[in-house]
């Protein structure tokens, strides 16, 4: 099953990043009714069954569900400001922007299979962050964070990045410190 095996693998990650606890309660929200359904009736293998969904209905009932139950969507973080009277992203904690990494990682990996490579997250992440900045879907901060972190990974490999979030997830170092050069 395709959600168990990307389940197990950012549950990895997530060990590997230092975050293990945190990542065994990874996407649990993905084996309720309301997300497991859509996700056997859409399913295809090669991308999410929540764009099933958004063909046939305009919107996913599924998605809504999923990311406002797991803080490792950056889509979770957005609130009224008070000051703009809009709905404007946060800033996501560290250890979530970490999960956010590895749920990608993961992702990658399955979705690709053997096309993947260490550069295959980043591609992904570039090819949506214009639409992301421009529409205010993410905090600049946390998309920073979360380009430099997959610019790592892509220049870096699995052993340097994972190493470099055990620290910086624990707030060791700051971010863009010492991570560069293999």
């Known amino acids: 099953m395709t959600i168990t095996?990307?389940?197990?693998?950012?549950?990895?990650?997530?060990?590997?990043?230092g975050i293990g606890f945190q990542g065994l309660f990874h996407d649990l929200s993905k084996y309720s009714l309301s997300e497991f359904i859509v996700g056997a009736k859409y399913y295809q293998g090669d991308r999410s069954p929540n764009e099933g969904e958004r063909e046939d209905y305009g919107?996913?009932?599924?998605?809504?569900?999923?990311?406002?139950?797991?803080?490792?969507?950056f889509?979770?973080?957005?609130?009224?400001?008070?000051?703009?009277?809009?709905l404007s992203p946060v800033?996501?904690?560290?250890?979530y922007v970490v999960e956010m990494f590895c749920d990608r990682v993961a992702a990658g990996k399955i979705y690709k299979g053997e096309a993947y490579n260490d550069n295959s997250p980043l591609e992904y992440f570039n090819s949506g962050k214009k639409r992301r900045i421009e529409n205010n879907m993410i905090h600049k901060k946390?998309?920073?964070?979360?380009?430099?972190?997959?610019k790592m990974l892509a220049e870096c490999g699995e052993e340097?990045?994972?190493?470099?979030?055990?620290?910086?997830?624990?707030?060791?170092v700051q971010h863009g410190q010492g991570n560069r050069g293999k």
């Not at 889509?75 to 400001?81: K, Q």
Request: aromatic share 14%.
């Open 5 to 17: 095996k990307h389940r197990h693998m950012v549950i990895r990650h997530c060990f590997r990043a």
């Open 59 to 73: 919107y996913s009932k599924a998605w809504m569900h999923h990311k406002g139950r797991n803080r490792h969507h």
């Open 91 to 95: 800033l996501m904690p560290r250890r």
């Open 142 to 150: 946390t998309s920073a964070q979360l380009e430099h972190l997959l």
């Open 75 to 86: 889509e979770y973080w957005m609130d009224y400001d008070p000051k703009t009277k809009k």
């Open 160 to 172: 340097r990045t994972f190493r470099y979030l055990r620290a910086w997830g624990k707030g060791r």
